[in-house]
């Protein structure tokens, strides 16, 4: 039976209450810089990953157009979240409407599955290029690559159309608040007060597949990559083919190990205080951080945004 302080799909809470770290108050000001510069920071770099990769001849190939999908969607997943939580915190009200909580899980699900395929993609294509050269380009052609961005951008929708359409029917009782910096689903499953068991059991398989097979991939690929790189004679061989490997592992590392402890605990062992400082990390800090490891990493980056800086600098000149 209804209660009369409880939600439901036809009467849902206006608003949400977005705690964040209002029970920490002089956590605000220095939270709220460090966001800012980070958001800068962020914009900044993979804006500049995107343009060079599309605008430089040297960079065609297929490496560089997961790279520039993948620096998309950081683009996006920082403006997903963080233009509310640096309002949020400039502000003594705290809120988010209902429907603009939906957009942001929903956005924020179908980045976080798409980037899962992507970075699985760009495992792919270190596989081919290390492990099968000679049939690399006709493995890895345009078409392909399209294809499997298209997959990513697609299975990633399915996903997040699955999670919204199960999230918006739960109800929610008395106070509508989330002890978070955003709205994600796992916070919202908590806070009803409904029986979840299907929204749990849902979220759990669905993340485990777009979480883990990727990854069993990423792996698996690497697997065959090490085995290949260690029959390299040349020393020098070996560093260069564990270099142009070095980011894209590093990057893995920052996206998946944040999600395996955010969404594959149980349901019930799950703590908000801890979720929301990891659901921070890998909202803004990751995709701050992805271009840069690119661009430190990667010669070919560096010479094509050299080649960048000096076609504008003439420009600027004439």
Known sequence: M???????????????????????PWLELPLFAVLLGSYILAMFGNITIIMVSWLDPQLQSPMYTFLSHLSFLDLCYTTTTVPQMLVNMGSPRKTISYSGCTVQYAIFHWLGCTECIVLAAMALDRYMAI????????????????????????????????????TVQLPFCGRQVLNNFF??????I??????TAINDTTLAVLVAFFVLVPLAFILLSYGFIAHAVLRIQSSRGRCKAFGTCSSH??????????AIYMYLQPPSS???EQGKFISLFYSIITPTLNPFIYTLRNKDVKGALRRLLLRVWRLCRS
């Open 183 to 188: 709205c994600e689903v796992p916070a919202m």
């Open 270 to 272: 799950y703590s908000q």
């Open 249 to 258: 592992l590093v990057v893995v590392s920052l996206f998946y190990l944040p």
């Open 131 to 166: 492990c099968k050269p000679l049939r690399y380009t006709l493995v890895m052609h345009g078409p392909l690559c399209q294809q499997l961005v298209l997959m990513a951008w697609l299975s990633g929708f399915g996903n997040s159309l699955v999670q919204v359409v199960l």
């Open 2 to 24: 209804r209660t009369d302080n409880q939600s439901s799909l036809w009467d849902p809470p206006r608003d949400f209450i977005l705690l964040g770290v209002s029970d920490r």
């Open 190 to 195: 908590k806070l009803s007060c409904a029986d």
